[in-house]
Structure formats: structure tokens, C-alpha cells
């Protein structure tokens, strides 16, 4: 109860700061990340948490199905093929060469053996921008750019998911023949496409309709029977959450639309949860037994890693420099790094708490610097971009905005910016 108590104080104090935050360095993930510190065993001892017990386990996986079933739901196919030239170079070059960095890192500079390196390279490569919501939700910032990054943080923990999976049993954590782990991914990828396109199809029949008040509740009530198949059948519930949110907004654009909302809020819920859990297993007293190289390893995670992937995925594209070093630097503190850190301490790995606190150290700089850094930028583009700039972004806005309000038109936001 303690810790229920702490989370709602905190949640209070989130929504009363959330406007200042929004103007200044300030972050609730920051804030709540710190205050799991505080309120940990390892400072003020107000919550116990126990890293083998249910609680942490169930928040974990919850999260992180929530997390991967809203991502799907930005993904559909539709806006892909539309937009898919910038984040097809992030998730088919920038996304292995993240992966491939990161291993050899943790092999050269932590001192890991190749799997646990692999383990670790495929946690730490996804990324998130609901940790740079300034950059993603700010008019001022490039569309090409947030949609980039909104596309990209979509599919990536889906696709980085599978091999998180395969090096915890290549690493010993499960000792899952290839097979089973096989056939519950293929289970996983039906169950999360059968069950929305069948609920779908009974919403599509003339006797059934939902009232408007239970519209929103439609795609959850469809997510909640996705993970209740799943634990039933053994499906990987992961796999099934990602595909069951690509279907639905594949299928039944409305029905994300209608979810869009009350999705963010549920996910916001289970990312702050998540984050002063996660901020109350860190450990300092492990940083005393760090080796120099386990720092470097944090540090050249984010600063050489993510930047150097991009860097080279973006090579060609037709992108602005000032969008490439946004689209670089916001990497690798994925939300679903956190929870996938969470598994592997979880996981019952020899040696798991070690590769949990070098994770932790790393998701928790980058996210202090990703996170007090988003509203600067957001700033720098809104100074730099000039009138043409400001045309062209208006013209390659939202299609259903283009086709209902008037384009403007050079002249005009030139008069507006003086204006």
C-alpha cells in the first residue's frame, strides 16, 4: 500500500507540474523515475520491492502489452505505405546497426560474453518518443521528422521483441526448445490477428453496435481478450499485443481513432508505474563495483550508437541535417528498454541483477538527457525553419486536415510570423 501511495502522491504532482513541464527541462518521467529511487530500499526504504515477486512480474508484462498494443495501433498499414521511405531506413538499417553497436560494446567496453551482449544490444535498441512527447506533439517541429520518429518507436519493439526472446534462451535464462518458442510466436501472431478481425466483424453486424459512450472501450475490451487468449493458450502475449494493434488499425481505422485517447492515458498510467518501480530496483551500490569500461559502455550508448546508425541509415534520404541530428540523438531509452530490463532481471539469468543494473544506468541517463532536451530543440527548430520551410510542412500536413482546410499559402505565414 505504500507503494500505491507513493504512485498516487506522485501522480498528483505529475498533473499539477505537467504544464511547466511542458515549457521547461522539467519531466515527469525523470520525476517519477527519481522518486522511485527515493521512496526504494536502497534511499528511503518506503517501498519494498521485491524483484521476484508477482507484482513486479504482472506490472512488467501489463505494461509492456499495453506499450507494444498501442504501438501497433500507430502503425497501420495504410499510413506505412504512405510514409514509409525515412522510417523504412530507421527500422531496416538504423534499427540492426543499433543492435550490432550496442553488442559490440557491451562485448568490448562491459566485458559481456557474445549472447548476454546480444541480450543487451536487443533490449537497449528501441526507442520511444513518448519520452520526447515536445518533439513529436510540437507544430513547429518538421511533420516529416515526428512522423519519422512516431513510425519508427512503433514497429521497433515489436521487431527488436523476437530476439530479446531468443537470446534469454540462448543466454540459459529458459530452457525452451526451439520449437515450443517457435510455435508460441506463431500462436501469438494469430491469436492478435484473429481475435480483432472476428470482434471487428460481429461490430460490423446490424443488430450490434456500440453506444457512443462505449466506443472508446472497444479496442481495450479487444486488447483485454487478445492477452486472455494468450494466457490461456500459451500464445507470447507480446507478439500478439503488437499484431492485434496493427490489425485494428489496419481493419478499422475509426475504432483507433475512437481508442486514441483513452489508449494514451491507459499507457501513460502503466509507463509511470512502471517507472517508479523501475527506479526503485536501482541499485547505487552496485555503481561502486561498475569497471570503467561498464561507464564508457553507458555513455558511448548514447552518444555513439544511436547517432552512428542513423547517421549511416540515413545516408541518401531526403532529410534536412537539423531533422537528422533530432532523429539521431533520440534514441535508445524505448519505454519497452525499460520493461524488457524489468524481464530480464525477471527472467532467473545467472548473473541478471549485473546485466539489470548496466541497463539501468544506461536507460536512466538517457532518459534524463533525452527527456530535458526535448523542449530545446522543439525551440531550435521553431528559430531556425524559415518561411519555405514553413510552407512545405504545411502542405505535407495530416490528409484529412489537407483536404478541409484551406492551404496556405507562402505569403500568408510569412504575414503570421511577423504578425
Known amino acids: 500500500m505504500t507503494a500505491l501511495l507513493v504512485f498516487a502522491m506522485m501522480l498528483v504532482a505529475a498533473v499539477l507540474l505537467s504544464e511547466y513541464a511542458s515549457r521547461t527541462l522539467v519531466s515527469t518521467s525523470v520525476l517519477f523515475l527519481g522518486a522511485g529511487y527515493l521512496a526504494g530500499p536502497d534511499a528511503l526504504g518506503l517501498m519494498e520491492v521485491d524483484a521476484e515477486g508477482p507484482i513486479l512480474e504482472h506490472l512488467a508484462e501489463i505494461a509492456l502489452f499495453s506499450v507494444l498494443f498501442t504501438d501497433g495501433m500507430q502503425a497501420g498499414l495504410r499510413d506505412l505505405r504512405r510514409v514509409w521511405r525515412l522510417p523504412g531506413r530507421a527500422l531496416l538499417l538504423g534499427l540492426p546497426l543499433t543492435f550490432l553497436f550496442v553488442t559490440l560494446l557491451g562485448r568490448g567496453l562491459a566485458g559481456l560474453e557474445w549472447t548476454r551482449a546480444m541480450l543487451v544490444g536487443a533490449a537497449l535498441s528501441p526507442t ?21 520518429l512516431n513510425v519508427e518507436s512503433g514497429l521497433n519493439d515489436g521487431l527488436a521483441l523476437p530476439v530479446v526472446l531468443v537470446m534469454l534462451g540462448a543466454a540459459g535464462a529458459e530452457q525452451v526448445a526451439l520449437p515450443t518458442l517457435a510455435g508460441e510466436v506463431a500462436l501469438g501472431i494469430g491469436v492478435g490477428v484473429g481475435v480483432p478481425l472476428v470482434a471487428l466483424e460481429l461490430d460490423r453486424l446490424k443488430p450490434l453496435a456500440a453506444a457512443h459512450v462505449y466506443e472508446p472501450i472497444f479496442a481495450f475490451a479487444i486488447g483485454l481478450l487478445i492477452f486472455a487468449v494468450c494466457a490461456v493458450t500459451h500464445a507470447n502475449e507480446f507478439l500478439a499485443a503488437f499484431f492485434g494493434g496493427l490489425t485494428i488499425a489496419t481493419a478499422s481505422p475509426e475504432t483507433r ?3 486514441h485517447a483513452f489508449g494514451e492515458v491507459l499507457v501513460e498510467l502503466f509507463k509511470l508505474g512502471a517507472l517508479l518501480y523501475f527506479g526503485a530496483l536501482i541499485s547505487l551500490s552496485f555503481f561502486g563495483s561498475f569497471a570503467t569500461g561498464d561507464y564508457f559502455f553507458a555513455a558511448l550508448v548514447i552518444l555513439i550508437a544511436r547517432p552512428l546508425a542513423i547517421g549511416l541509415a540515413m545516408l541518401g534520404g531526403e532529410i534536412d541535417w537539423r531533422e537528422w541530428i533530432a532523429a539521431a540523438w533520440f534514441g535508445p531509452k524505448g519505454f519497452a528498454s525499460v520493461v524488457y530490463a524489468i524481464l530480464i532481471l525477471k527472467s532467473g539469468l545467472s548473473g541478471a541483477e549485473e546485466l539489470f543494473q548496466l541497463m539501468a544506468v544506461t536507460i536512466a541517463l538517457s532518459i534524463v538527457a533525452h527527456s530535458s532536451t526535448d523542449v530545446p530543440l522543439a525551440r531550435w527548430f521553431r528559430r531556425h525553419y524559415d518561411v519555405e520551410d514553413a510552407y512545405d510542412r504545411s502542405k505535407l500536413g495530416q490528409a484529412s486536415e489537407a483536404n478541409s482546410v484551406p492551404q496556405p499559402t507562402p505569403e500568408s505565414v510569412r504575414e503570421a510570423q511577423q504578425n
Open 128 to 148: 520511444d518518443p513518448v519520452f520526447a512527447s515536445a518533439i513529436v506533439g510540437r507544430e513547429e517541429v518538421p511533420w516529416r521528422l515526428r512522423r519519422l
Open 257 to 259: 481513432e475512437e481508442f
